[in-house]
């Protein structure tokens, strides 16, 4: 048994994207080799509808996963494959871009909009499988509750437990984990992948350290075999990633990721000669 302890830990950045959507970035182009598999993190985190209604308009994908988790608040949806829908209160948009995607999303105006938008990359013998979405409701979500704690598994597999989706291909594991003040929890990690976390709400510290983290901020964690957390007083909210890493080249245009320069030279151009869309 080994704990793993944080090797990095990362705030972002505050920026602007879609028709004008205020999130932060935490990690992204520069952090793909340490994150690997996972490309980029966006948390949403606002009480000002100014901040976020212009949305993000009809745009494409290839070649990752996107994930869309709702803590708090109201996006709706449309896609190229005809899939359209409202991620609300602790639901999870699950969508394989694959060879090609169009979407949208639009949230809702809100008391407070607060989740998540996470890119996972996909395998290079998947880049071009076939687009794929997956709605998952709060309902869908398995719950496991005492006490101190309360673990919502998004996908992937928690202590002989599964969440409603496994993952076709990277099969990460996601939790949304809350702990009351000065709670521990502790699990066991497949050795095999990288782990990390962001904090929500609340701070915590990890592993072998004492060291509180604060609020937004992302920690990766070093090679191990188990989790540990200690809430600190005002109790931890925290989004748990774990994956397998690809370790593989990464070709990154905007929102189409590709293994060489040529695949993503080659995606442009379909876009432009309007070929980019292989199933609909």
Known sequence: MKNRNIKKT????????????HLVRVIGYDDTQDFDPFLMLDAFDSKNPQDYIKGFPWHPHRGIETLTYLIHGDIEHGDSMGNKGSICDGGCQWMTAGSGVLHQEMPQACDHMLGFQLWLNLPSENKMADPRYFDITSDMVTTLQDETSTIRIIGGYYNGYTGPTQ?????????????AADAQLHFSTDDTHNVFIYIVEGNASFG???????????ALFGEGTDFSVHAGKDGVRFIFFSGKPLHEEIAWGGPIVM???EELNHAFRELEEDTFIKHS
């Open 10 to 21: 990362v705030t972002g950045q505050k920026t602007i994207d879609g028709a004008g959507v």
């Open 167 to 179: 993952g076709e291909y990277v099969k990460p594991n996601i939790y949304d984990i809350s702990l």
């Open 208 to 218: 072998d350290s004492t060291n509180e983290i604060p609020s937004h901020t992302a």
């Open 259 to 261: 293994n060489t320069q």
